[in-house]
């Protein structure tokens, strides 16, 4: 009886070992990284704008606010637009990111508010991915997981203020591109 079940036993291992399906056809799911903080620019700028057009209505529509003198409120509206338009300007201009690492391909799609690129990536590209630290509106560090184009573009894959985090990400695509 022991006989059999160390005979079976070392069967089990050596199935396990010589396994055909499970060792040489292995199926890794695609790895994407996504960045989609420039969504919350949209919104932001978006919602400027229409607050914007209201109070722009209102003021047309009752003749001034009756606060101030009338080129004082005129001047504090164009004001408002001037800010509005920068910000939807720089807001706009800015892509989600979504890099996916597939078995035998790497894209990389970019998408604005009007208009979709895709780019298929070499995994020579990939390994020049950087981590930049900035400083956010209140002095706390801010990090970055930078890739550059072909064309020189620089393309922010991750944004967070966890170091760790984007370290784990620009890990995770460096151990998919070996």
């Known amino acids: 009886m022991g006989v059999s079940i160390g005979r079976f036993m070392f069967n089990a291992r050596l199935n396990r070992m010589f396994d055909v399906s499970r060792h040489s056809c292995r199926v890794t799911p695609p790895l994407t990284i996504r960045n989609d903080w420039p969504i ?5 700028g978006g919602a400027w704008v229409g607050g914007l057009v209201v109070f722009t209505y209102l003021y047309a529509r009752d003749g001034g606010f009756d606060q101030f003198d009338p080129m004082v409120e005129a001047g504090v509206m164009m004001m408002f637009w001037m800010a509005g338009l920068v910000l939807i300007s720089q807001t706009l201009a800015l892509s989600r990111t979504r890099l996916t690492i597939g078995r035998d391909r790497i894209e990389l799609t970019r ?3 009007w208009r979709r690129r895709h780019e298929t990536l ?6 020049d991915i950087l981590i930049e630290q900035e400083r956010d509106s ?6 970055k997981l930078v890739l550059q184009t072909r064309s020189g573009e620089r393309v922010a894959l991750s944004e967070s ?3 760790d985090l984007i370290k784990a990400r620009r890990d995770d ?3 998919r591109i070996q």
């Open 40 to 44: 919350v620019g949209w919104v932001f």
């Open 111 to 113: 998408t604005w508010l």
């Open 122 to 127: 070499s995994r020579s590209s990939l390994r």
């Open 138 to 143: 209140n002095g706390d560090p801010y990090y």
């Open 161 to 163: 203020s966890e170091l």
């Open 173 to 175: 695509i460096l151990a």
